[in-house]
């Protein structure tokens, strides 16, 4: 396959990441602060913030790598860029883009966990949490294989860009496969919530 075809594609697919990434932004944004319906406002600006919720950090965090991701992807379909130029416009954003992720990655785990170690029950969400991780470390693995080489204008070790992008991108696949999975996991806790939280039955 054409090399413009391949990078063609790498950069459709970081535009759609970045519509989700901002989709798990706004979901951030504007979810409740208390479990109470009454306490949810919805803000009507697209880029309000929410400072003090490591959950809107975390999908801050992951829009500003989804950006580079593009500027990186686009920058790799123009076909006559010199070694300097895909240094700043290719491997950096992507680089930087990779070190987003891990760090958004990391607030989302550490907010599932509630810290560091791991959460014994191995819920859903932590199994989401983890994945996106590992999904991660595999993509910052790739973006420093990526780099180009002082003696040559060739990428470190092409064989783990294609695996750490491979195995990221599985990564990240499987949990948005288990996002459904998790939702409806706690629609049915908060149902069953519900029913036991009910008023008692009146005696005659």
């Known amino acids: 396959m054409a090399p413009r075809i391949v990078a063609a594609t790498f950069f459709v697919g970081s535009i759609l990441f970045t519509v989700a990434a901002y989709l798990q932004y706004h979901e951030a944004q504007t979810a409740p602060g208390a479990v109470l319906p009454e306490s949810h406002r919805r803000r009507l600006r697209p880029f309000a913030g929410a400072p003090g919720r490591i959950d809107w950090w975390a999908t801050a965090v992951q829009l500003v790598g989804t950006v580079l991701f593009n500027v990186s992807t686009f920058a790799a379909m123009?076909?006559?860029?010199?070694?300097?130029?895909?240094?700043r416009?290719?491997?950096?954003?992507?680089?930087?883009?990779?070190?987003?992720?891990?760090?958004?990655?990391?607030?989302?785990?550490?907010?599932?966990?509630?810290?560091?170690?791991?959460?014994?029950?191995?819920?859903?969400?932590?199994?989401?949490?983890?994945?996106?991780?590992?999904?991660?470390?595999?993509?910052?693995?790739?973006?420093?294989?990526?780099?180009?080489?002082?003696?040559?204008?060739?990428?470190?070790?092409?064989?783990?860009?294609?695996?750490?992008?491979?195995?990221?991108?599985?990564?990240?696949?499987?949990?948005?496969?288990?996002?459904?999975v998790e939702s409806a996991t706690d629609d049915a806790g908060h149902d069953e919530e519900l029913r036991s939280d009910g008023p008692a039955p009146t005696v005659p």
């Open 89 to 180: 416009l290719i491997w950096g954003p992507d680089l930087a883009g990779s070190v987003c992720f891990l760090i958004a990655s990391w607030l989302a785990y550490s907010e599932v966990n509630r810290g560091i170690v791991p959460r014994p029950d191995r819920s859903v969400g932590w199994r989401i949490a983890a994945l996106n991780l590992v999904g991660s470390v595999a993509f910052g693995a790739a973006a420093i294989a990526a780099r180009y080489l002082r003696t040559t204008d060739e990428p470190a070790n092409v064989a783990l860009v294609n695996l750490g992008t491979f195995v990221g991108a599985i990564c990240f696949l499987l949990g948005a496969v288990l996002l459904p």
């Open 78 to 87: 123009q076909g006559d860029l010199g070694e300097v130029q895909e240094r």
